[in-house]
């Protein structure tokens, strides 16, 4: 599997409110919400995003509440992947889940700025900015986590089987 897109970028502790606002909660339409992903730090997001672009974080990304709708949100505004230095642990695993891809990496989070290219290969871990050329390294899946992604999330890959 591998992405390609320009950055978003954000910094540290971008929490679930942030990047789905509760007030837009009165509604489970994916397509309703991620018209106001990130609305509260980064009105333009949802102008500018397209199909492939990638969101780069800080530290403790998609803290604060357990709310599966912020990684849906991201995952259909169009971003391919999101890459910090780490995440918040029920974010993680609500973005498995929905099969939204997740890397940590601080080294990439640190060099890549916002409206650089970027591709990543999620079957090796590697990270390119294409603007700079610097590679970058994060842990691959594991095949198990490459399965559930690919297939879209946790409950079409358990259908599929």
């Given at each position: 599997?591998k992405?390609?897109g320009?950055?978003f ?24 919400l ?10 333009e ?7 492939g672009?990638i969101?780069v ?9 357990s709310?599966?709708?912020?990684p849906?949100?991201?995952k ?20 498995i ?9 601080e ?10 290219r ?9 990270i ?5 050329g610097q590679v ?8 198990f ?5 690919s297939?879209g999330?946790?409950?079409n ?5």
């Amino acid at each position: 599997m591998k992405a390609e897109g320009t950055v978003f970028k954000y910094g540290d502790n971008v929490d679930t409110d942030v990047i789905i606002p509760a007030r837009y909660l009165n509604t489970q339409d994916a397509k309703e919400l991620a018209m106001h992903a990130m609305e509260d730090i980064d009105a333009e997001y949802v102008k500018k995003v397209q199909p492939g672009d990638i969101m780069v974080g800080g530290w403790n990304f998609g803290c604060g509440s357990s709310r599966e709708h912020a990684p849906l949100v991201i995952k259909t505004s169009g971003a391919s992947v999101v890459i910090a230095k780490s995440f918040a642990r029920i974010f993680y695993r609500n973005a498995i889940n929905i099969g939204l891809p997740i890397m940590e990496c601080e080294a990439a989070a640190d060099a890549i700025s916002a409206g650089d290219r970027v591709s990543v290969d999620f079957d090796s871990g590697e990270i390119r900015d294409e603007t700079t050329g610097q590679v970058f390294h994060a842990a691959p899946y594991p095949e198990f986590l490459q399965k559930i992604i690919s297939a879209g999330g946790l409950m079409n890959s358990i259908r599929e089987k």
